[in-house]
Structure formats: C-alpha cells, structure tokens
C-alpha cells in the first residue's frame, strides 16, 4: 500500500490522482484508492482537511494531486446580491457548510434547506457536482487562499 504522508505546499507535477468527496478529504487518517485503482493510505497531520488541487506525497516520490468528487449538492443562484447575502446568512446561522461564488452558493443537498432557500428568492437545483465549501474565518492546518485555483460553482 502507498502511503501518503506529507501534503506538499510547493506547485509540484503529480504522478496520480486521487478523487475523494468532501467528507473524507476531512480525514487525515483513510484507506484510499486512488484513481488508477492503486490501494493507498492517507497519514496526514491530525486536523488537515485535503481542498481540490492540493497535492499530497509519499516518502518515495509519489504525488498525487487531489480531486473534489461529484457529491449531491444543491446548487442556488440568485442576481440580487441581497438575497444571496441573506441566503448565505441563514444557510450559515445552521451551521451548513457553504460554496460561495458570484450569484451562486451550493451546499450538500437537503430538500428543507432547498424550501427555504427558495423561500428567499433563490432558484436550487439538485445536481451532481464538487463540493468545495469555504475553509472558515479561522482555518486550522493547510489555510484556503482564492489564489489557489479551485473550483467555485458557476
């Protein structure tokens, strides 16, 4: 088994890929396949939660680059700066984890969330799509920069 030890901070070349949904890019402990069907094992700094480009490497030179996988989102989009701003705030008051991007937020599908949101004014569609929510005002560990070149919905 390959085992993936270190997250690199530094732009390297991957050599695989590994695709993981938002849950367990939050483990630094987890059997992992990655996607050329090679068994792995992720052994990470306690607390390290693995965002969409970021590459992780194994004592031996591996590096593989980390992929945000299709997850069951609700995806809302909205024109008015307001209403999404308001959307954000409620969806945020219970604590959901939120993407935020211009005029579209997405979050993990829940169809009471989904009333709500439209309640507000937004449009919500259910899809299949990457999930990669804001890090927080705090972040611990790897912190999230927009430079970084993720995903956001559009």
């Avoid at 991957?14 to 069907?37: A, I, K, W």
């Avoid at 991007?101 to 989904?114: E, I, N, P, Q, T």
């Avoid at 709500?116 to 999930?131: D, T, Y």
């Avoid at 005002?137 to 919905?153: E, K, L, N, Q, T």
Wanted: with cysteine.
């Amino acid at each position: 088994m390959i085992r993936l030890t270190r997250r690199l901070d530094a732009p390297v070349a991957p050599t695989h890929t590994l695709t993981l949904p938002l849950e367990q890019r939050m483990r630094s402990r987890l059997r992992v396949t990655l996607d050329d069907g090679s068994p792995a094992g992720l052994f990470l700094e306690r607390g390290s939660i693995l965002r969409h480009g970021d590459c992780v490497a194994s004592e031996d030179g591996l590096v593989a680059e980390v992929r945000a996988a299709a997850e069951t989102v609700s995806t809302a989009r909205c024109d008015d700066p307001v209403q999404l701003a308001r959307a954000c705030f409620h969806l945020g008051n219970r604590h959901v984890p939120l993407e935020i991007g211009a005029g579209v937020l997405r979050y993990r599908h829940d169809h009471v969330l989904d009333d709500m949101v439209r309640g507000l004014g937004l449009s919500v569609v259910v899809e299949q799509a990457p999930f990669e929510p804001e890090s927080g005002a705090y972040p611990s560990g790897h912190g999230h920069d927009h430079a970084h070149g993720h995903h956001h919905p559009s």
